[in-house]
T-cell receptor, first 113, second 115 residues
Framework: DAGVTQSPTHLIKTRGQQVTLRCSPK?????VSWYQQALGQGPQFIFQ???????QRGNFPDRFSGHQFPNYSSELNVNALLLGDSALYLC????????????FGSGTQLSVL | AQTVTQSQPEMSVQEAETVTLSCTYD???????LFWYKQPPSRQMILVIR??????QNATENRFSVNFQKAAKSFSLKISDSQLGDTAMYFC????????????FGSGTRLSIRP
């Protein structure tokens, strides 16, 4: 049973560029959440997707957007990249939108130069 | 606002010893869940143990147990018979039961197990 998979594992971009990160949830899970983990800090909630809609959002600017596809996979898009966007981006999935037990992927390490 | 505080940035113990990681949280909610997550060098967040706030009994999972003090808003993790594979970052986390997925994490404790 495949767990949560994320791609790519590492990414280097320059300021002002746009980036797309991808996530496939654990088999049987229909809810996907995204977290940003800056170096030396705990993860911070970006947003949650369920039934192809954004259901909850953390304190992140509109430059951060997402999408969920009919197969429950998800993308995180970040526009106009800033140096401060450099972080590990973690995807988590759960059985349904009210389930608090999350399964995490290994993340995408984004470096903005 | 809900917050989670971990006051020990780093800890180091000898293999087979017992270690306790501290965590305090602040919330005005009555229904919530508390977690300890482990993040090894592979970067994947792994759930170690989970506690429902309405349960008075402390959760246990093999060598891992918690001391949940609801009135004091304290949630410590005890690791017994520590093993080299326990070396990792440990994050205390909180979630309100109506905000599933929106987990609030502490800043983490880096635990090193020495051979």
């Amino acid at each position: 049973d495949a767990g949560v998979t994320q791609s790519p594992t590492h990414l280097i971009k320059t300021r002002g560029q746009q980036v797309t990160l991808r996530c496939s949830p654990k088999s049987g899970h229909d809810t996907v959440s995204w977290y940003q983990q800056a170096l030396g800090q705990g993860p911070q909630f970006i947003f949650q997707y369920y039934e192809e809609e954004e259901r909850q959002r953390g304190n992140f600017p509109d430059r951060f957007s997402g999408h969920q596809f009919p197969n429950y996979s998800s993308e995180l898009n970040v526009n106009a990249l800033l140096l401060g966007d450099s972080a590990l981006y973690l995807c988590a999935s759960s059985l349904d939108v009210r389930e608090e037990k999350l399964f995490f992927g290994s993340g995408t390490q984004l470096s903005v130069l | 606002a809900q917050t989670v505080t971990q006051s020990q940035p780093e800890m180091s113990v000898q293999e087979a010893e017992t270690v306790t990681l501290s965590c305090t949280y602040d919330t005005s909610e009555s229904n919530y869940y508390l977690f300890w997550y482990k993040q090894p060098p592979s970067r994947q967040m792994i759930l170690v143990i989970r506690q429902e706030a309405y349960k008075q009994q402390n959760a246990t999972e093999n060598r891992f147990s918690v001391n949940f003090q609801k009135a004091a808003k304290s949630f410590s993790l005890k690791i017994s018979d520590s093993q080299l594979g326990d070396t990792a970052m440990y994050f205390c986390a909180f979630i309100h039961d109506s905000s599933a997925s929106k987990i609030i994490f502490g800043s983490g404790t880096r635990l090193s197990i020495r051979p």
